[in-house]
Structures are given as structure tokens and as C-alpha cells.
């Protein structure tokens, strides 16, 4: 059931000199439990939007419903209330430098009329479960970035929201730093049931732990769907760029005959050119490779340049598609 509803949203920021639609007509849906990432380049629109879906940017047009819940149907006091269901982590973290990790968790709690004692209660299983106890008097300053974020993610926690948003929150993070991140982010989805929308534009964070994402491009969206899926077989040009880096650069080497073979699932462990090699004793030479390892199965794609016996480049394609394999021809003139 989804949790959150994006029906025709557009967002147009009016300046003296200039007009800018950050968001054109963005129709979204994400499902209760979801993990969902929102991925654009910079300047996309991306973080426009996630201010849009607990309404602390107003849409110029369209409607955002949370829980069967129309927000531009609810008052500034109904607004505030809901806006404790869905909480917010933030790239730079934002915590109170003047109070130690208590007193940053606590913050939310005071604000939504909370008593002490629950107050109190409630932090010391928010440091459990970020593996902050020894910290808990640490200022901001004391806290390595990582540290921060958690506190940062106890924080949000805090209201029990049914919705966690993340604007780039690993992205001032070192890679080892961001995976357990991540990682905890995933394990809060699941023990929880909270919903997460993470809105980056690395796709490595996507692949981590998303089950589903959106493509924002220029403020329109651009291609959505399940990660395998998007994965496997992007078709918008905005997808295609993100997913496969580099490609252009590649074709760009292209000989005479040459292949693109999509994988889209395979067992990441086969090793196809290794038996198109061995089996059939036909030598192909790898001009690009964009593969990659999600949830034990290969997505992504290779360009293979075939011999010049013509016999040999069947036999080589015959192969690959029996193996399962999407193969397309890719043109030596491929710009």
C-alpha cells in the first residue's frame, strides 16, 4: 500500500530576473516498508522534492498524500503534527553544537511536549540501537562525522516517525563510514518497518540498500521502478548516464564488429566470456565493462569487440544469447 502519493507535483521558483520549474509534473509512489532512493545529478531537483513531501517547500501545483492524507488540506497545527511522523536527516548533520548526544536526541522529544522521564527512557534505547552509549556526553565537536550522523538518525527516530528522509546524508562521508550507514539505515528499516526515502547522487548508495528508485532529471522524472529492473534495462537517457558511466568513451574505440551484452540477473559468479573463450576458442576483446554485484546477481553491461571471421562472430553471439544474455549490435559510428 503506498505510503507517500506524488500526483502531478511542479514546483516553480519566481525570482526578479528569473523563472526555474525545479519540479515538472513528478507522479511518484512509494509502498509502506520501502526503502526507496531518489537519485539526479546535481541541480536535478532532487532535494526540492524531498522538501516538497513533508511540505516545508509548498508545490506550486499538484498534491502530496501521506497516509491517505491530502497536505494541502491540513492546517500549520495539523501540518506540525504530522510532521513528527516523517522525519529528516540532513547532509551536514544540523545537530545543536551547545548540547552533548542527549541532549540532541532529546530536542525532537521537548518539542512534541514529551515528559522527562519518557524523555530519558526513550534515549537510552536510541543509543542502543546507534551504538552511541559510550558518547552519550560527547559534544559535536568530540564526534567523528559518522557520529554525528548517528546521532543525527537517533534524532529522527526519536518521534517513532513512520517516515525517515534522507537528503545526500552519507554523501559528506568517507566510503567505509557511509556502508555502515547505510547499513544501519537498512537494519532500522527492517526491524521497524519505518519507511525510508533516500535522495542521492551516487548510485552505489542506491544499489546498497534501495529496493526502488526514481530518476530525476532536470525536474522530471524520468524513469522509475525496482533497482533490478532500472538496473538491468534503463531506458532513459538520464538513467542510461548514471548506470552506465563512461559508455560514450567506450564506443567511441569501437573496430569493426562489435556487441553490447546486457546483464540483467545473471549468477555473478558465472564466468560466460571465460567459457565463450574456452568452448568455443573464440577470442574477444573487452572494449568497456560496467558490471556489477547486487544481491549475488551481475547487472550491467560489456562491449565486446568479435574477430573478423564472420563464422566466428555468430558462433560468438549464438553463445552468449543461449547463455541468457541480452547482445545488441553497437555501431562504429556510436557517438
Known sequence: MALIELNHLTKTFVTKSQTVDALKDINLSIDKGDIYGIIGMSGAGKSTLVRCINYLERPTSGDVLIDGKNLSHLSDRELRQLRQQVSMIFQHFNLLQQRDVRGNIAFAMEIAGMKKPDIDKRIDELLEIVSLKERQHNYPSQLSGGQQQRVAIARALATNPKIILCDEATSALDPQTTQQILALLKDINQRMGITIVIITHEMSVVESICSHVAIIDE????????????????????????????????????????????????????????????????????????TRNVGGKAFGQMVLQLPDDHLQQEKAIYFLKEKGLKVEEVSSHAH
Open 219 to 290: 525536474g522530471v522524472l524520468a524513469e522509475s521502478g525496482s533497482v533490478e529492473s532500472i538496473f538491468s534495462q534503463p531506458k532513459s537517457d538520464a538513467a542510461k548516464r548514471l548506470i552506465f558511466r563512461n559508455v560514450q568513451k567506450a564506443e567511441k574505440l569501437i573496430g569493426d564488429r562489435m556487441v553490447r551484452i546486457v546483464f540483467d540477473g545473471q549468477q555473478a559468479d558465472e564466468p560466460v566470456i571465460a567459457e565463450l573463450i574456452n568452448q568455443c576458442h573464440i577470442m574477444v576483446n573487452i572494449q568497456f565493462a560496467d
